[in-house]
């Protein structure tokens, strides 16, 4: 099931996307496509350098605590290059992977530069969760049925599992950080890593300021993406569902964020009197800004490249040079 579960995410974001084709057209998303100008570029690239470096500030605040170093500029070129990968590759978490993978073993330790991305990543996702809670229980009639109700069992389950999570680390957390098991060891060592990257006063704070601050910028690209779709609603009455459209780009169905956030903004904006279509289009817009708002991540991987290409040529001669001594030095031996 393992092998064949990154096909099924793919498979997934395909079927919903096939699905409001088949309802909708191609017209929607074709509209989409052609609203993007130089205007709505202009305001991606600077929408998103803001929310690149809220986040990449996030993830040096954890990684320090943590004691991982991580300068803050360093961090914005990883994090770009993580976001580029993410958008133009499926699943769209594989630039988050390679960035924890690649900052462990520059710190030295892998497990627990994972670890560190996790949790940055981990506190964005529990503030777009509470403001994704507050918008269902201040406007019930933003989500239509019978969504509200997997709305409601998810938040429900969600809700049970941290603090199943916390109750269990709060009293088998210190016993465990010693036993033989290397699960109930590895999930110590996890909690304790919670604790000190984003519970202690000197984190949580300055964390909770910038994962604030991140969700906005995300929220003013979709703003950005509805007025350049043509809808005149007002901000107030599109923030409700952009916030969900934003968490239903987390649903593990998606290629690069496409497909759950077509399908959720089809069904909000056509329950909202906005219609379906166009809430396919004002998705589309935001994909496109989005990818556009990481195309720096792209440089930051073209220069990584040039920079190792360089190091391997100029570390060849030297590697020549053995491989020609060595026959030479083992004759005089013999």
Not at 20 to 33: E, H, I, P, Y
Not at 211 to 230: D, E, I, N, P, Q
Not at 245 to 260: E, F, H, R, S, T
Request: net charge positive; hydrophobic share 55%; charged share 15%.
């Amino acid at each position: 099931m393992k092998r064949f579960w990154p096909w099924l995410r793919i498979l997934g974001a395909l079927g919903i996307l096939a699905v409001l084709v088949w309802r909708l057209g191609t017209s929607a998303f074709l509209d989409g496509l052609r609203e993007v100008d130089a205007a709505g570029v202009a305001a991606a690239l600077g929408i998103g350098f803001a929310t690149t470096v809220f986040s990449a500030g996030r993830w040096c605040l954890v990684a320090r605590r943590l004691s991982l170093k991580l300068p803050v500029w360093s961090a914005v070129g990883e994090y770009y290059r993580a976001l580029f990968l993410n958008g133009v590759l499926p699943a769209g978490v594989l630039g988050d992977v390679d960035r924890a993978v690649q900052h462990g073993r520059t710190s030295g330790d892998v497990p627990r530069g994972v670890r560190a991305v996790v949790l940055e990543r981990t506190a964005g996702q529990i503030v777009l969760i509470g403001a994704s809670v507050a918008v269902v229980l201040s406007t019930p009639s933003v989500v239509p049925r019978p969504i509200d109700k997997i709305v409601m069992v998810a938040g429900i389950v969600v809700v049970v599992l941290a603090l199943a999570v916390v109750v269990t680390g709060m009293t088998a957390g210190k016993r465990w950080i010693h036993s033989g098991s290397k699960w109930r060891r590895g999930f110590a060592v996890t909690l304790a890593d919670v604790r000190l990257g984003l519970l202690t006063k000197e984190t949580w704070p300055g964390v909770s300021l910038l994962s604030v601050a991140t969700l906005a910028g995300h929220l003013a690209l979709f703003v950005v993406a509805a007025r350049a779709a043509g809808v005149t609603a007002p901000i107030g009455e599109l923030l409700p569902l952009m916030i969900l459209a934003l968490l239903a780009m987390g649903l593990p169905l998606n290629i690069g964020g496409w497909g759950p956030r077509e399908g959720v903004c089809a069904l909000l904006f056509g329950a909202a009197g906005l219609g379906s279509a166009q809430g396919v289009t004002v998705a589309v817009v935001y994909g496109v800004l989005a990818l556009v708002a990481s195309l720096p991540g792209a440089a930051v991987l073209l220069a990584r490249s040039f920079e190792t290409h360089r190091i391997d040529t100029s570390a060849a001669p030297r590697i020549a040079a053995r491989v020609v001594r060595t026959p030479v030095q083992t004759g005089e031996t013999r």
